[in-house]
């Protein structure tokens, strides 16, 4: 109870923060985004330290990923935030004449943002970006699974941000729950379908809006290349794709792959002797490989692998060490389209290989499963690229590279579906977290009589035409004037 209290009276302090102004100019924004980049740019060696610590990232991956991905996102905001809250001249029809329209964004006020553990730190504060961006206050709720990073966040942000506008609150399932119990004017949730159920549902009882950031099975289509190099470069791609992101566990990495039969066994071919130059004989030794989260996750793993059937269609890999929390890229063909590991999202190191008789079966495959986070379709063909974009959906679609999409601050990032829903990354961002406002400005002179009753054929006819005709508007107004 009193850590309740405790936790209510932290939560009124940033609504009377909000309700005072204090976040909505501009040179607040901008010194709390120059604020984190300082953060990040003073404590490179502690973020890499816990990242290394909760995930066994490498420095470079790290970088990549975590801290080079947040810089990127909070110079692109401060070079565009100006332009971003100038209210927006909304153009009016003649018949509104000499009224006049605008679009202002406005901030929400309280926001939470709940973050996942497998980028524990990009994305807490990759949201937290467009909510100062926006002007709103904030509260980070980390992943307790996460500890190191979580810990890094809540010890550190106080002392670069604004503590009457910004707090971490962190904690395990428990303070979480007791966070959804609050009012807020958004919650942005990264993280599993299931416990963004338990999100969306606390989230009604206030009727607050909601951006969820899931995630699900992102496929990859990989079609034949006539040129060997294109054929190389793929390889490698897909590679990045799904095994040097977090080791798999990345909501946006490649889930499963298509590909034709007679193709199969020169891609398998292909992609172990990339893994080998990759990550040497003994990948676990390499360094280069994020460890998995915790034994809960890694027997998730493993018992997708004791299926029999499973266990029969791996090609490569297959080895786990569980008090290393080590599982070697791993690479199956064909297993069973009914296991667990072609119905579940893997978020792992396993990596499934389907063979279709055309690769245009691609399609339907994909558009018989629920809408993933992303497609990723490796072609020169540009009828089966124009087929792809046409009949299938999902949060975003990339062709001939992966996760690129992810980084890019002028494409929205979200998904559709089961995958999530709302959106953010640059000017998204701040949309998300910004409500827009109509502003219509109107002088009393002229008066339009025809609006108010008593009611005739005359004013009837009158509205019909002003609705009709927006360019006889201005002529219209003026004969309806007495009417």
């Known amino acids: ?99 006049k329209g605008e679009v202002l964004s406005e901030p929400l006020g309280l926001v939470l943002i709940i973050a996942s553990w497998n980028f524990p730190i990009s994305l807490a504060l990759d949201p937290l970006i467009g909510a100062i961006s926006a002007g709103n206050t904030a509260v980070i709720k980390p992943s307790e699974l996460a500890p190191a990073c979580s810990s890094f966040l809540a010890s550190s942000i106080p002392l670069y941000l604004d503590t009457k506008a910004i707090k971490v609150i962190d904690g395990g399932q428990d303070v979480g729950e007791k966070l959804l119990q609050q009012k807020w004017d958004k919650i942005f949730f990264t993280g599993s ?93 390499s360094g280069c490989i994020s460890r998995i989260i915790n034994k809960q996750q890694f027997r998730r793993l493993s018992d997708l692998l004791k299926d029999p059937l499973v266990r029969a269609s791996i090609v490569h890999g297959g080895s786990l060490d569980e008090d290393k929390l080590f599982i070697e890229p791993t690479i199956l063909l064909n297993p069973p389209l009914d296991a667990a590991i072609m119905t579940e999202e893997i978020f792992g190191p396993l990596l499934p290989i389907i063979t279709l008789n055309n690769i245009e079966e691609s399609i339907e495959f994909i558009n018989s499963r629920p809408k ?41 990032f979200g998904g559709v579906g089961q995958s999530g829903f709302g959106r953010y990354h640059g000017k998204y961002s701040f949309d998300t977290f910004s409500h827009e406002k109509a502003v219509l400005r109107r002088p009393f002179f002229p008066e339009l009589e025809a609006r108010y009753p008593p009611w005739n054929d005359f004013k009837m006819n009158f509205i019909r035409l002003a609705y009709s005709f927006h360019y006889l508007g201005i002529i219209l107004l003026f004969l309806g004037l007495k009417r």
Not at 6 to 24: D, N, P, V
Not at 29 to 55: G, T, V
């Open 193 to 285: 379908p299931r416990v963004g159920r338990v999100v969306m549902s606390a989230a009604v009882k206030h009727l607050t809006p909601v951006t969820l950031e899931l995630g699900g099975k992102c496929p990859t289509i990989f079609d034949s290349f006539p040129d060997s190099r294109d054929l190389k470069v793929a390889v490698k791609r897909i590679l990045g794709g799904k095994w040097c992101a977090c080791s798999g566990q990345a909501c946006v990495g490649i889930d499963y792959l298509l590909v034709e039969e007679k193709f199969a066994s020169t891609l398998i071919d292909l992609l172990k002797k990339e893994l080998k130059k990759f990550y040497g004989e003994n990948p676990e030794d």
């Open 372 to 412: 993933p986070l992303a497609i990723y379709a490796f072609t020169t063909n540009e009828t089966l690229k124009r087929r792809i974009i046409a009949e299938t959906s999902s949060g975003s679609l990339t062709f001939n590279d992966t996760i690129l999409q992810y980084l890019c601050d002028a494409l929205p």
């Open 1 to 99: 109870m009193e850590a309740k209290e405790g936790m209510e009276e932290s939560l009124a302090g940033l609504r009377e923060t909000f309700k005072s102004g204090r976040t909505r100019s501009l040179a607040w924004r901008k010194s709390q985004l120059r604020a984190l980049l300082d953060l990040l740019r003073e404590n490179e060696e502690r973020i890499f330290k816990a990242l290394h610590q909760d995930l066994g990232k490498h420095p470079v991956e790290a970088f990549r990923d975590e801290i080079g991905v947040l810089e990127k996102s909070t110079n692109f905001c401060l070079s565009h935030l100006e332009e971003w809250m100038a209210p927006k001249k909304g153009p009016l029809p003649l018949l509104f004449f000499p009224t």
